[in-house]
């Protein structure tokens, strides 16, 4: 990210997790909806099925450890809309999810806290994946501006919503930052507002 917030490029290694329907719960469970901090939500992500696969989930896997772009499939942080999902993500180090289709409250979510969310049609998805788990040390560069995503010699061409991709250029994602940058124009709507101001004596 830039200092002004932009963000144009991700750069980094993947993590492929494969599956359809992968839902906010497999993402991050509900009894973690109790943590009074997002920070502490990274090493909880996936962690039941991490158990129940006994160290066999990619998150497990050494091959993957450090990896910043999540390679998913279909419908991907389908149901509940909670937050805490795209943040366990960010605090396990994912800064951009490439899949083939995703959740839109999901999606949504992570925008809000900076995470480009591009798709693939489900055969370059494949290819990617493939890629990543036969040469977990592809460097994988995106461009977040134009959509390109190249992975060692391989490139695609993957697609970002107009108006949320202008938002991470400009830097105007971070809803937050914009509104504390906002303090008197926010003063000045408070004071001109009659419910607040006080009605017109008649």
Same mark, same amino acid.
């Given at each position: 990210m830039a200092d002004d917030g932009r963000i144009t490029?991700?750069? /980094?290694? /993947?993590?492929?997790?494969?599956?359809?329907?992968i839902d906010t719960d497999r993402i991050i469970p509900a009894r973690y909806l109790r943590e009074i901090t997002f920070e502490t939500l990274g090493p909880h992500a996936f962690e039941d099925e991490r158990r129940q696969l006994n160290g066999k989930h990619p998150f497990d896997d050494a091959r993957f450890t450090g990896a910043s772009v999540l390679v998913v499939n279909r419908n991907f942080g389908s149901g509940s809309s909670r937050e805490h999902a795209p943040q366990a993500l960010m605090h396990r180090g994912i800064k951009a999810i490439v899949g083939e289709s995703f959740a839109e409250i999901f999606f949504g979510n992570c925008t809000t806290i900076g995470i480009p969310c591009l798709t693939l049609p489900a055969t370059q998805i494949e290819s990617l994946q493939s890629l990543i788990e036969e040469a977990p040390e592809t460097a994988l560069a995106i461009d977040v501006g134009s959509g390109a995503i190249?992975?060692?010699?391989?490139t695609y061409q993957a697609e970002l919503p107009a108006s949320v991709r202008?938002?991470?250029v400009s830097g105007e994602w971070d809803a937050l930052s914009s509104l504390l940058e906002s303090g008197d124009a926010i003063s000045a709507v408070h004071d001109r507002l009659p419910y607040i101001s006080g009605w017109p004596a008649r």
């Amino acid at each position: 990210m830039a200092d002004d917030g932009r963000i144009t490029h991700v750069a /980094g290694t /993947g993590v492929p997790v494969r599956g359809n329907d992968i839902d906010t719960d497999r993402i991050i469970p509900a009894r973690y909806l109790r943590e009074i901090t997002f920070e502490t939500l990274g090493p909880h992500a996936f962690e039941d099925e991490r158990r129940q696969l006994n160290g066999k989930h990619p998150f497990d896997d050494a091959r993957f450890t450090g990896a910043s772009v999540l390679v998913v499939n279909r419908n991907f942080g389908s149901g509940s809309s909670r937050e805490h999902a795209p943040q366990a993500l960010m605090h396990r180090g994912i800064k951009a999810i490439v899949g083939e289709s995703f959740a839109e409250i999901f999606f949504g979510n992570c925008t809000t806290i900076g995470i480009p969310c591009l798709t693939l049609p489900a055969t370059q998805i494949e290819s990617l994946q493939s890629l990543i788990e036969e040469a977990p040390e592809t460097a994988l560069a995106i461009d977040v501006g134009s959509g390109a995503i190249t992975a060692g010699q391989a490139t695609y061409q993957a697609e970002l919503p107009a108006s949320v991709r202008e938002a991470f250029v400009s830097g105007e994602w971070d809803a937050l930052s914009s509104l504390l940058e906002s303090g008197d124009a926010i003063s000045a709507v408070h004071d001109r507002l009659p419910y607040i101001s006080g009605w017109p004596a008649r």
